[in-house]
């Protein structure tokens, strides 16, 4: 298990630093392929944590709604929204990325979106085509789906490491993360998660071991296609065009085949 998905609040002190960048460019992907027609869209996040993203959106006078399969990142961000007065405009609720049409009726969203490899944790096939079925099926003609996602090179990676930390009050969270590369058979990275968190009465460390699902291109333009979803565009964590680059994380704008002429 992912340890640092057990505790909300210290999920949400390490990554709500930056989220409001990340919703500015999610915002302007939505400007390009979604018409702006009405006052507010509305938003969909699968597996939102703590609310980071939902907060802002919500605070941006959009409509959010979003599920987590774990009750207390679901009852973290309720919290969060009531707090912020935004009860009237954001709704949490519990669910998982293969089970959650009940909660969206048919065309009823206009932007999903995915962030930092949530997708991956989807480990096999037929978990990855369940959740892409749902989210054609919640999306108006016109809506995207916009997935961040890194793409593999299995023959050319190697090990790698990200350090993250921040702080709120008198607690202040560090992240060490370790990823051993997927090969092209198994197709599973290998994620190690080392905390360290500082509270004025006392010093503690978790670790934890989790997978992510690897996809190269080719794999994932096949899942895709089995889907029934068209890329629209491909951007960086900048909003700019990949084209032939490689990057480490790009974002997938995507759109279910039948609607894919719909431009916007």
């Given at each position: 298990?992912?340890?640092?998905?057990?505790?909300?609040?210290?999920?949400?002190?390490?990554?709500?630093?930056?989220?409001?960048?990340?919703?500015?460019?999610?915002?302007?992907?939505?400007?390009?392929?979604?018409?702006?027609?009405?006052?507010?869209?509305?938003?969909?996040?699968?597996?939102?944590?703590?609310?980071?993203?939902?907060?802002?959106?919500?605070?941006?006078?959009?409509?959010?709604?979003?599920?987590?399969?774990?009750?207390?990142?679901?009852?973290?961000?309720?919290?969060?929204?009531?707090?912020?007065?935004?009860?009237?405009?954001?709704?949490?609720?519990?669910?998982?990325?293969?089970?959650?049409?009940?909660?969206?009726?048919?065309?009823?969203?206009?932007?999903?979106?995915?962030?930092?490899?949530?997708?991956?944790?989807?480990?096999?096939?037929?978990?990855?085509?369940?959740?892409?079925?749902?989210?054609?099926?919640?999306?108006?003609?016109?809506?995207?789906?916009?997935?961040?996602i890194s793409l593999s090179r299995y023959e050319e990676e190697e090990p790698s490491e990200d350090v993250w930390k921040a702080a709120r009050g008198r607690c202040s969270v560090r992240q060490i993360v370790q990823y051993l590369p997927a090969d092209?058979?198994?197709?599973?990275?290998?994620?190690?998660?080392?905390?360290?968190?500082?509270?004025?009465?006392?010093?503690?460390?978790?670790?934890?071991?989790?997978?992510?699902?690897?996809?190269?291109?080719?794999?994932?333009?096949?899942?895709?296609?089995?889907?029934?979803?068209?890329?629209?565009?491909?951007?960086?964590?900048?909003?700019?065009?990949?084209?032939?680059?490689?990057?480490?994380?790009?974002?997938?704008?995507?759109?279910?085949?039948?609607?894919?002429?719909?431009?916007?």
């Open positions: 298990m992912n340890d640092l998905y057990a505790d909300a609040s210290l999920y949400d002190i390490l990554y709500t630093p930056g989220t409001a960048a990340e919703v500015d460019l999610h915002e302007r992907i939505a400007r390009r392929w979604v018409p702006a027609s009405r006052r507010a869209w509305r938003w969909l996040e699968p597996a939102c944590g703590s609310g980071r993203y939902l907060r802002v959106l919500g605070g941006r006078g959009h409509r959010v709604l979003g599920f987590d399969i774990d009750p207390a990142m679901v009852a973290y961000a309720r919290r969060g929204a009531k707090r912020r007065g935004l009860e009237r405009r954001l709704r949490v609720a519990i669910a998982s990325m293969e089970d959650f049409a009940h909660l969206a009726p048919p065309a009823s969203i206009d932007v999903a979106f995915v962030p930092v490899n949530t997708f991956r944790h989807l480990l096999d096939e037929t978990a990855a085509r369940r959740h892409l079925a749902q989210m054609a099926r919640a999306l108006q003609p016109h809506g995207i789906y916009v997935v961040g092209r058979r198994r197709r599973r990275e290998t994620v190690y998660s080392h905390l360290q968190i500082r509270r004025p009465s006392k010093t503690e460390t978790r670790d934890a071991r989790y997978e992510l699902r690897a996809y190269d291109d080719k794999q994932w333009r096949r899942l895709l296609r089995a889907a029934g979803f068209t890329r629209l565009e491909v951007v960086d964590d900048r909003g700019q065009a990949v084209g032939d680059r490689e990057v480490g994380y790009q974002l997938e704008v995507l759109r279910p085949t039948h609607a894919a002429g719909n431009r916007g």
